[in-house]
């Protein structure tokens, strides 16, 4: 099969005679139809992950059909969305405790198991349960599922901070995660939206969401001085950073109010994942760090309904749609700021 192979970082590329997995006892063989390129994958590809053993294949955000079967509950020709998160053990204390997404032996495509950048995924029996598989409609446009791993991780964090009615919300970065938190912020009551993003292009492009009620380029006007004149002084209730930049996680603690909040949702290269924070003025105004991480089961289905439903009209987000040999144009497009979502296509 066809496919794209991380040997190490900064070391990958599009392959013709990888071996095609076989269909798993009790398991399913899936036909890769989409599969969404996450700023994450790009920056395994290029520093590489604690999680993956090169050669690997990448690729977590995956749409497809089901082509051979093992399994009588998941029959071939079944379209499907694949929880990148596929396995969770239900016996560790994370698991007990509702906090699934922390499970000691949980299992991601792509990481500890094959992933899509290719045309065929094998999924094995243990994982081919509603936690991991969830069959979306025949009339749906497949293009746009892959969204929903990154529609859960903002569902699911934005829960974990309790963005709220009422809010006035920074999000810091323009990229598919930034307008989605956008987007879910409005949905749970925000009461005014603010994206700053130096990427001009992408800036405009983020325009295209109804959900934000203002578009800053820091490098034409200071976000500091827009959102203080904004609040009257007084700072935002909550900061998203949506990039992987530790400056911006420290300029994010000065833009908020007494007992604000600052969601990290931004993952570091691994190199360079330290930031110095001003202690100080955490202890003092009272401030609050929020991590976000992965998400249950469930919070994956309910993300997969509201893009099926058009509640998150993931068609603008999805900006461009190129075949999986193609990679390296669309991480390129995304570096850029030319893409919001780069859809991968491996049959073409």
């Known amino acids: 099969m066809e496919a794209v192979v991380f040997r190490g970082p900064e070391d990958y590329s599009f392959e013709t005679n990888v071996e095609t997995p076989k269909c798993p006892e009790g398991g399913v063989l899936v036909k890769v139809i989409s599969v969404g390129l996450?700023?994450?994958?790009?920056?395994?590809f290029s520093s590489g992950h604690k999680d993956v053993t090169p050669p690997h294949i990448l690729g977590h955000e995956v749409?497809?059909?089901i082509c051979e079967?093992?399994?009588?509950?998941?029959?071939?020709?079944?379209r499907v969305a694949l929880n990148p998160v596929i396995k969770f053990c239900h016996e560790c204390y994370f698991c007990k405790n509702d906090l699934l997404n922390h499970c000691v032996d949980k299992k991601l495509l792509g990481s500890q198991m094959p992933g899509g950048y290719a045309q065929f995924v094998p999924i094995p029996e243990e994982c081919c349960n509603e936690d991991g598989i969830v069959p979306i409609p025949?009339?749906?446009?497949?293009?746009?599922?892959?969204?929903?791993e990154t529609t859960s991780s903002v569902l699911s964090t934005q829960e974990f901070a309790n963005v709220k009615k009422g809010d006035y919300v920074v999000v810091i970065g323009a990229g598919p995660l930034g307008n989605l938190h956008s987007a879910i912020a409005k949905a749970r009551g925000a009461r005014r939206v603010v994206i700053s993003e130096p990427s001009e292009s992408r800036l405009d492009m983020a325009t295209r969401f109804s959900t934000t009620d203002d578009f800053v380029n820091p490098v034409y006007?200071?976000?500091h001085d827009f959102v203080m004149q904004e609040t009257e002084g007084v700072g935002a209730d909550v900061v998203i950073t949506a990039c992987p930049v530790g400056s911006v996680q420290v300029e994010a603690t000065h833009l908020l109010?007494?007992?604000?909040?600052?969601?990290?949702?931004?993952?570091?290269?691994?190199?360079?994942?330290?930031?110095?924070?001003?202690?100080?003025?955490?202890?003092y105004q009272e401030l609050i760090l929020f991590g976000g991480y992965a998400y249950a089961p469930q919070v994956f289905r309910n993300a997969v309904e509201l893009i099926?439903?058009?509640?998150?009209?993931?068609s603008k987000f999805v900006t461009h749609v190129?075949?999986?040999?193609?990679?390296?144009?669309?991480?390129?497009?995304?570096?850029t700021g030319e893409a919001i979502k780069v859809v991968l296509k491996p049959w073409e």
């Open 38 to 44: 996450c700023g994450s994958d790009i920056r395994t």
């Open 63 to 65: 749409a497809g059909e």
């Open 69 to 78: 079967s093992n399994n009588e509950k998941y029959p071939v020709g079944m």
């Open 138 to 148: 025949e009339d749906f446009n497949i293009d746009l599922i892959p969204l929903a």
């Open 221 to 223: 006007g200071d976000l």
């Open 257 to 283: 109010k007494p007992r604000g909040k600052v969601i990290l949702f931004g993952g570091l290269p691994k190199n360079n994942c330290h930031v110095a924070f001003d202690s100080n003025l955490i202890h």
């Open 308 to 314: 099926t439903s058009g509640k998150i009209d993931a």
């Open 322 to 335: 190129i075949p999986l040999k193609d990679i390296k144009i669309g991480i390129n497009m995304v570096k």
